[in-house]
């Protein structure tokens, strides 16, 4: 009988343990490929254009291809839970600090067979900026009170157009290998460089949140503002920063996209990424509402995101019909994270374990 109560009880745990949810995603995302088509995980080495071997396959899309959206899901996890709001302007500050690193790079030409500006200022460059437009929907939410997804329609509607005139109107080439790098291969490496850099991002605010009390004071600050002053704590201060940390990740992300072709796309680059990044926070269990969050569940929640879009362009799905169909398998994981769905999901045990007790006794 003691054994069937702990059965129960862990069942229940896992459940509505945070986790639970996008790691279900995931396994089940795994499972349907694994029956389908096996050699979707199938890895490979191939030479690339320039005569390298490096490492192919889904897999090893799905790393790269999520390095920007993991990226980003990190600062919009600490925004979410400091202000109780989602910044909608993260592609089109995207968008700006890709055209810095390219107006960096190309030194003011439209094209550039090498760098015009050593590779680590242009990114230093492309941090401060992008720290300071951060700052702007930081100073709008915190300071004058404005909600954070109006506070970031301003910057999510002029965003392009400033990533535009920052290169007046032109389309930027940068045709040095070492602008390339971060978003290709590193010479005689064949992991794609940008899941290297992902790794770092991660690694820096595990420390981050390991070592200091940023963590801590997000937390205390989305749960209770008012709480969380009495105690000390400026809240004003955590939700700017928390934007300004957002605003350093939106350069490393703006910097990957851009360094992938070395030219940009004002129109197009990280097109409805923000979108994305919210989901990937909604499906790690953090609450929209601000408060108590998870990195690593947002993180998860992000590769799940890219591993269903791999999926679909795997069996064909329209590019057109892509956001449809993403819609559909999103909603169906959001509800099921719901904490109505998760309390009917941890009982469905119990009719078992009464019966079992019954027999025991």
Not at 248 to 268: K, L
Request: hydrophobic share 50%; net charge positive.
């Amino acid at each position: 009988m003691m054994k069937t109560k702990s059965e129960g009880g862990f069942f229940k745990k896992m459940v509505r343990h945070q986790l639970f949810i996008p790691l279900l995603a995931l396994l089940l995302l795994v499972l349907f490929n694994l029956i389908m088509d096996p050699s979707f995980f199938a890895v490979t080495i191939k030479e690339n254009s320039l005569g390298n071997g490096v490492l192919t396959g889904n897999i090893i899309s799905v790393l790269d291809n999520a390095s920007e959206l993991v990226i980003l899901s990190i600062g919009m996890t600490l925004v979410t839970a400091a202000s109780g709001g989602q910044d909608i302007s993260v592609g089109a500050a995207m968008a700006i600090a890709g055209s810095v690193m390219l107006r960096m790079a190309c030194g003011g030409q439209t094209t550039a067979d090498i760098l015009q500006s050593p590779l680590i200022l242009c990114f230093l460059v492309c941090v401060l900026v992008s720290m300071c437009f951060g700052a702007f929907n930081g100073a709008l939410v915190a300071y004058f009170k404005i909600q954070p997804m109006v506070a970031t329609l301003i910057l999510f509607t002029a965003g392009r157009s400033i990533a535009a005139w920052i290169n007046k109107n032109e389309l930027p080439i940068m045709n040095d290998l070492r602008f390339k790098y971060a978003g290709t291969f590193l010479p005689g490496v064949p992991i794609p460089t940008s899941i290297f850099i992902t790794i770092l991002v991660i690694v820096i605010f595990v420390l981050l949140l390991k070592f200091t009390t940023l963590g801590l004071f997000t937390q205390a600050v989305g749960i209770n503002s008012g709480s969380s002053r009495l105690n000390g704590i400026n809240p004003q201060f955590i939700k700017f920063l928390s934007y300004v940390i957002l605003g350093v990740c939106v350069a490393f992300a703006g910097y990957i996209r851009v360094a992938r072709s070395g030219s940009i796309n004002y129109s197009r680059i990280a097109e409805n990424i923000e979108m994305d990044a919210i989901l990937a926070v909604a499906l790690g269990g953090n609450a929209l509402a601000g408060g108590k969050f998870n990195l690593t569940g947002s993180v998860i929640g992000a590769y799940v995101i890219q591993f269903l879009t791999t999926t679909l362009y795997k069996y064909h799905v329209p590019s057109t019909a892509l956001p449809a169909y993403k819609a559909v398998v999103v909603i169906l994981l959001v509800v099921l994270s719901s904490p109505y769905i998760r309390e009917k999901m941890s009982k469905l045990k119990n009719p078992l374990v009464k019966k079992e007790k019954k027999e025991v006794s």
